[in-house]
Nanobody, 124 residues
Framework: QVLLVESGGGLVQAGGSLRLSCAAS????????MAWFRQAPGKEREFVVA????????AYADSVKGRFTISRDNAKNTMYLQMNSLKPEDTAVYYC?????????????????WGQGTQVTVSS
């Protein structure tokens, strides 16, 4: 079992930045690939970015490429999402997720463990 807790969400103006964190506890964090997903009101949950267990490989959704950066610190059991140049369309609840394998994937169904989510609101 992996317990995930997100933090760092909030209200920011367009063009601003936020840094989300996802703290993990439970089974060995370093062996889990991780990802961030988001869900806007009235929309399905969508993939944002994923990272392998080592942090050596990442995959980004086109909508955030060049603006968002994922990273992880296995010694601290924490994953991060640095979000720059935020846009109103980035407004959503952001969820961190973990899967029981070391390889990353954009497939939402491959992620077994989920946090409770943190709200990000970008005003225009």
């Amino acid at each position: 079992q992996v317990l995930l807790v997100e933090s760092g969400g909030g209200l920011v103006q367009a063009g601003g930045s936020l840094r989300l964190s996802c703290a993990a506890s439970g089974r060995t964090f370093s062996r889990n690939a991780m990802a961030w997903f988001r869900q806007a009101p009235g929309k399905e949950r969508e993939f944002v970015v994923a990272i392998t267990w080592s942090g050596g490989s990442t995959a980004y959704a086109d909508s955030v490429k060049g603006r968002f950066t994922i990273s992880r610190d296995n010694a601290k059991n924490t994953m991060y999402l640095q979000m720059n140049s935020l846009k109103p369309e980035d407004t959503a609840v952001y969820y961190c997720a973990a899967r029981s394998y070391t390889g990353a994937t954009i497939n939402i169904n491959e992620y077994k463990y989920w946090g409770q989510g943190t709200q990000v609101t970008v005003s225009s």
